[in-house]
């Protein structure tokens, strides 16, 4: 695919994920900063198109589980110019307790590595749908923080505890 062609799926992309930010929407994802922002809605050339390698999409995400409910978590998702043959790096901004990210932030998912898994039409949207539901079902059996992993399968209650007083901590509030 040629680097046009790209942007204009990416465009396309990019506006079908700002219209998630409705209650009814089958993921959540309120649309905070992305490369098309400083040009004009017909303008299908993202904004860094010529300097970097990757671009960047900023937004929350709203989980629907017990603990991660009562909070909106703000993600980036990082693109790299030839997605969506090269799947994105997805890194959370907001702190949060959880087995399958790292303190970092960086997500990881064996969904989003390029492999048999990564498919070139999975949208953005399917990238936020794998975020929110990896946040509400933790893959535990293969932790990136060995200890919370170990802690959820061992001792659910002080897990929910610990992850509780991050959400109260650094959650920021659903609109």
Excluded at 58 to 67: A, L, R, V, W, Y
Aim: net charge negative.
């Amino acid at each position: 695919m040629s680097e046009s062609t790209l942007n204009k799926r990416l465009y396309t992309d990019l506006n079908r994920l700002k219209l998630c930010n409705k209650a009814d929407a089958e993921v959540r994802f309120l649309c905070e900063k992305t490369p098309f922002d400083d040009h004009d809605d017909d303008d299908d050339k993202p904004s860094d198109s010529t300097q970097e390698k990757t671009y960047s999409v900023i937004g929350q995400i709203f989980p629907n589980s017990e603990i991660y409910k009562t909070a909106a978590y703000r993600i980036e998702m990082i693109l790299p110019k030839t997605f969506p043959l090269v799947p994105p790096q997805v890194r959370f901004i907001t702190p949060i307790y959880h087995p399958n990210i790292e303190e970092n932030g960086k997500f990881c998912n064996d969904l989003l590595v390029q492999t048999a898994k990564w498919k070139p039409t999975t949208s953005l949207i399917d990238v936020v749908k794998i975020v929110v539901k990896h946040v509400d079902e933790p893959d535990v059996d293969n932790p990136v923080r060995a200890a919370l992993g170990v802690e959820y399968k061992t001792n659910r209650p002080e897990f929910d505890r610990h992850a509780l007083e991050s959400v109260k901590k650094h959650g920021l509030p659903r609109s």
